[in-house]
């Protein structure tokens, strides 16, 4: 038989050196306390810093460390930081991203039960919890995919070819493309999915920013051609000010119309666990599917979004994919459960264990507490800032997204101020728009932000 290439063996013996000088890194990382934000990237600069870096010979392992630790991650603003208020932020506990070490330094896959069955039988367990807490019956199930843009595209996927297969049978064909009904308050992946899978929108406007019952039965009643429309997507949570739309009126028109119901709770779907807030998500039982991102509100580390179906048996009648090589996934055994039939994926990482691993670790009571704590926070600094004179809260909040103005500030003052909190390194906290107008907006998820930080933030607003 012929020899491996002996320069092929290094890159896969295991390197004590190496090893050390990671996780030497990695211990550093995980022991900060405060977390930093660091900085913007400056393109010319990292340019310089990387160029000739890649070539035909290899470069010292500390020499790469040390231009990574140095130079590359300080260019990365830190989303785990307890200062980081933007977009959605993350704050992955540390025992789920050691879990993370470990799902990567094994390489652990979770694409079917043959490969890979004590991943997908923690995942499931994880997803069961999900779903329970949702209230769905105990046939429901799902999978683990990249995001809720990937969960979203999934289901619905799946809520079109459910849709259009009992219009067909029931005798109707639209003259045009198949409908799903959205608010126009929905995600933007929402929009981005339906154009990619070639569907239409009925778009359904809504009051005060939350889709209700009343809203989509008027304009189902409205429209000429209702049975074009075979779905409806609810959010519980919106990105912007954490509002969730009416899932139970939503939930209960879309059974009398015959609709595939989705609900996206990417980032506010993890308020499932918090007692104050549980009564807001009343209907979500009715979801024929439902995403939430536990890499955001659920401390999860990237990527990692659960996708739940109702009656998994329908995704995977969609998603399943043949072929000569795959016939040996596809068996009649009850128990074998195929991550890859339930989403557009077929490869895929066990992106679900890290959040086993932590809740195994912590409990779910640990995982409430830290939830109440962001809304806690939210609720606190609502009520700072409508006391404060020159500040003006724009709504309460529902969640853990607090949106409010400054008096008096334009758009460029809302920009320049977020540059200078970063700079400062006070926080990262970008303006966003609000029905036309720029305004700020804080996100609250870590649990280690605290009420100190967010009065030096507004401080600056003085």
């Not at 843009?149 to 619905?156: D, P, T």
């Not at 308050?185 to 990619?196: E, F, K, Y």
């Not at 979500?284 to 979004?305: G, M, N, Q, Y």
């Not at 109702?310 to 074998?336: F, N």
Request: aromatic share 8%; charged share 20%.
């Amino acid at each position: 038989m012929p020899e491996t290439h002996p320069s092929a063996l290094p890159m896969h013996t295991y390197d004590p050196e190496l090893a050390d000088l990671v996780f030497a890194y990695m211990r550093d990382r995980l022991q900060l306390d405060p977390v930093p934000l660091d900085h913007p990237g400056v393109k010319d600069k990292l340019d310089r810093t990387l160029d000739g870096l890649l070539g035909a010979e290899g470069n010292n392992p500390a020499d790469v460390m040390a231009l990574y630790a140095d130079h590359l991650a300080p260019a990365v603003i830190s989303c785990d930081s307890p200062r980081f208020l933007s977009f959605i932020p993350a704050a992955p506990t540390k025992a789920a991203l050691l879990f993370d070490m470990v799902v990567s330094c094994a390489s652990l896959q979770g694409i079917s039960w043959l490969e890979a069955a004590g991943a997908v039988a923690a995942e499931n367990q994880v997803l069961r919890l999900l779903a329970d807490f949702a209230g769905l019956p105990e046939t429901a199930g799902g999978c683990f995919v990249s995001g809720g843009s990937a969960g979203n595209l999934s289901a619905l996927v799946v809520a079109r070819d459910t849709g259009s297969r009992r219009r067909l049978a029931e005798g109707y064909a639209p003259t045009g493309p198949w409908r799903i009904a959205v608010s126009d308050q929905a995600h933007s992946s929402i929009g981005n999915t339906l154009r990619i899978m070639g569907v239409d929108a009925l778009v359904v406007p809504t009051a005060d920013h939350r889709f209700t019952g009343d809203a989509l039965r008027a304009a189902l009643a409205a429209d000429p051609d209702p049975r074009s429309v075979v779905g409806v997507v609810a959010t519980a949570g919106t990105t912007n000010a954490g509002i969730v739309d009416d899932l139970a009126g939503v939930g209960e028109v879309a059974r009398e119309y015959d609709l595939w119901f989705h609900v996206d709770g990417a980032y506010g779907g993890a308020g499932l666990f918090a007692p104050s807030v549980r009564a807001k998500y009343d209907g979500i039982e009715l979801a024929d599917s439902f995403v939430v991102d536990p890499h955001k509100w659920l401390f999860a580390p990237f990527d990692c979004a659960a996708l739940i179906y109702r009656q998994p048996q329908l995704a995977r009648g969609v998603h399943t994919q043949d072929a000569s090589y795959l016939d040996v996934l596809h068996t009649d055994a009850p128990e074998e459960w195929n991550p890859t039939d339930y989403a557009y994926h077929l490869t895929r990482r066990a992106r679900g264990l890290p959040l086993w691993f932590s809740l195994a670790v912590h409990g779910t009571d640990a995982y409430r507490d830290a939830i109440e704590a962001a809304l806690t926070l939210a609720r606190e600094t609502a009520q700072l800032i409508r006391e404060t004179p020159h500040l003006e809260l724009i709504r309460d909040p529902e969640l853990s997204a607090v949106i409010f103005r400054r008096k008096g500030w334009t758009a460029q003052d809302y920009n320049t101020w977020s540059q200078r909190l970063l700079a400062g390194q006070i926080g990262f906290v970008t303006p966003t728009g609000w029905e036309g107008e720029t305004v700020a907006r804080f996100a609250f998820l870590h649990p280690g932000t605290t009420m100190d930080m967010v009065r030096e933030m507004l401080a600056t607003m003085a």
